[in-house]
């Protein structure tokens, strides 16, 4: 059987067909109240995991633009086995794994004791909602076959 080498291209605009809903998800993106730098890790590692070349590619030069070093983001798929991350950043990447893949791990609770040591409540429910958001929208791009290198921040 013949496999293509041909790029994948994007199956469907979203943006354009689905506009009032995707408008929705950005303004609610607008109002989670998170880091914003340790919000663009958490991003790239959930993209990491969901295989979402596009936010990947989006989240991983968002980051550079706020100053994020290219060794720390190289290092970010093997995190809880690199000495660049410090302990608050290691609970929200943990909590990110455990919620991107809730279904297997339904968020274990020494996985969230974890993070309720490094974050305030009302910090803590919001990254929750940047790590359920990020996973919204690499649903829906890996869905889409969005391109990555297409964005442009």
Known sequence: MA??????????????????????????????????????LVKIRASQINGCAFCIDMHWADA????????????????????FFDDRERAALA????????????????????????FEPAELANLVCAIAAINFWN????SARALPASYRA
């Open 64 to 83: 550079r633009a706020r100053g994020e070093s290219e060794l720390r983001l190289a290092q970010l798929a093997a995190w809880d086995e690199s000495r």
């Open 95 to 118: 909590l990110t794994e455990a919620v991107t893949h809730v279904s297997a791990t339904h968020v274990p609770d020494d996985v969230w004791a974890r993070a309720e040591a490094q």
């Open 3 to 40: 496999t293509s080498t041909a790029p994948p291209h994007p199956r469907i605009d979203l943006a354009g067909l689905a506009a009032a809903p995707y408008a929705a998800m950005v303004r609610v993106e607008q109002r989670i109240q998170f880091d914003p730098a340790l919000r663009e």
């Open 139 to 142: 649903r829906l791009q890996v």
